[in-house]
């Protein structure tokens, strides 16, 4: 099922408490799709939730040391990324597959004492923001698409994502842009926690600049399929 209002979002309609849906080894981002498949009794619930309401998930990683943290709760960043389901499909043995928009960045204020299965938090939205021009974010834009292309020519394990590189030649604004490149790339968890968290536009593009000047990773971070596979909670 297919909700094309889905993907529209009024910040004035956001009541600021969001369901969490914490996963160890995804980071989503605003601008971009993620295929989810959701199969715990808890997420379950958390899918019926919020499909009986506004449809948003947040989704958060969990932050280091999980692992040993031994908690019903494990520690979680606080940088996050308000997501609405667009699309949904219920299985018959109660498993849902969907596709999830990142919408906004939030950053999570405190948890709440919820009676549900799955966790529950106040969220703030956290908007994007820029103090340089229109032109020096097109030189930024420039100076991403030259470096990302020289990268990937000092490559040769690997083809080159004409996805990606479509992207630079369309009309997305550099956040987006910033957003689905480190989104899309195999970056390290650590790294795109980071740029998660940058609300600054200009410095997310810095920050991907200083990355892909460094080639020899760059058939690492190409092989990610666009758009991925489903994740599994």
Partial sequence: MFDPSAIEFSDSDFSGQARLFPLPN??????????????????REMMQDALDGDKLLT????????????????????????G???????LDDGRYNLLLAGMRRVKVVSELDASTSFRQAHVQLCPDSS??????????????????????????????????????????????????LAYSLEFGLAFKQQLL???SVDKRAQLLLENLHHPQQTCEQSARKFPPDFSRN
């Fill in 197 to 199: 968290e940058e609300t």
């Fill in 84 to 90: 609405r389901i667009v699309s949904w499909r219920l």
């Fill in 26 to 43: 995804l980071v989503l981002f605003p601008h971009v799709i993620q295929p989810l498949h959701i199969f715990e009794e808890r997420y």
């Fill in 131 to 180: 103090q340089v021009s229109a032109s020096r974010q097109e030189e930024l834009r420039r100076r991403l698409s030259d470096a990302f292309e020289k990268a990937l020519s000092q490559t040769t394990a690997c083809e080159q994502p004409h996805d990606l590189l479509k992207l630079f030649e369309s009309s997305l604004p550099l956040s987006a842009l910033t957003d689905i």
């Fill in 59 to 82: 989704m958060c990683l969990l932050a280091p040391g999980w692992e040993t943290d031994g908690s019903e709760r494990p520690t979680i960043c606080a940088g996050a990324c308000l």
